[in-house]
């Protein structure tokens, strides 16, 4: 059975989190909760999320991949030197590291983009290829074991595509 990180934090984009936590556990898989605190967290539409586990006590060698969702979350993500380390850590250790609109920012600050073909909402266009990644625009994209997506609109078709190259 795979085990997924999905990582909370405040003015996540709630579509963006539900979709992939309910999605995985149809695929059988476990899927924990991770944040910077034990608590509850909003969304940016006011749902409310309680996370599972501290970052601080998330191992990389626990989990197959860690998914990050959208929204404003990211850009309170980036912030913290712990998630960045463990995003880092996964994707060195070759593990799928997935994320989709906002949610590149967390790879851009963990310097994870730079010769990577990545997308993204639209909006962070500028920060990708200023960061030195190659942005596509394509609703989902994938090179090496960073996946990548625009927006709530690509979620079927990009988390199929997540579950058919790592099963």
Request: charged share 30%; proline share 5%; aromatic share 14%.
């Amino acid at each position: 059975m795979k085990k997924v990180a999905i990582l909370l934090e405040d003015f996540v984009e709630e579509s963006e989190f539900l979709y992939p936590y309910y999605r995985f556990q149809e695929e059988g898989w476990e899927v924990v909760i991770v944040a910077p605190e034990v608590r509850e967290y909003r969304g940016k539409n006011g749902l409310k999320f309680k996370s599972q586990v501290r970052i601080e006590d998330a191992m990389e060698k626990e989990f197959d991949l860690v998914f990050i969702p959208g929204g404003y979350a990211p850009d309170r993500l980036r912030r913290n030197k712990t998630v960045l380390n463990f995003v880092r850590e996964m994707y060195e250790s070759g593990k799928p590291v997935c994320t989709i609109c906002h949610g590149p920012w967390v790879l851009i600050s963990a310097g994870l983009i730079k010769g990577k073909r990545v997308t993204g909402y639209f909006a962070i266009k500028d920060d990708i290829i200023n960061a030195g990644g190659n942005y596509t625009g394509n609703p989902y994209e994938r090179d090496d074991n960073i996946f990548t997506a625009t927006d709530p609109g690509a979620m079927p078709a990009y988390i199929k595509f997540i579950i058919d190259n790592i099963s």
